[in-house]
């Protein structure tokens, strides 16, 4: 097995990627200023003043992510990953006449 494909198994057994991204990463939360656009539209002659609230108000209303890592592990997968990559060793050997390598991951 190639090094970058041993990788690529890991990230998306292990890390939960996804195609394009990271699953479960929070993504679709309004962002502040997007918020804050919103209410400087509803009131378009706000005061310096009542600008000054409403961008208190939007970033309390902005959901924030909470910070933490996951640390779960899953000993059964990596131990079912690694031994695929050593046999997937074993067989290139094998296809390759190469007895001391053979001899080597069979070990």
């Not at 899953?74 to 190469?98: F, G, W, Y």
Request: glycine share 6%; no cysteine; hydrophobic share 40%.
């Amino acid at each position: 097995m190639s090094p970058s494909l041993y990788l690529t198994v890991i990230a998306v057994s292990r890390l939960g990627m996804r195609g394009s991204g990271w699953a479960g990463v929070p993504g679709g939360y309004a962002k502040t200023r997007d918020i804050l656009a919103r209410m400087l539209a509803a009131e378009p002659h706000a005061t310096a003043e009542r600008r000054l609230e409403l961008e208190r108000e939007a970033a309390q209303q902005t959901r924030k992510s909470p910070a933490y890592t996951d640390v779960t592990a899953s000993h059964d997968k990596t131990i079912s990953i690694v031994h695929a990559a050593i046999r997937e060793q074993e067989r290139r050997a094998r296809l390759a006449r190469d007895e001391q390598a053979i001899v080597l991951w069979r070990a």
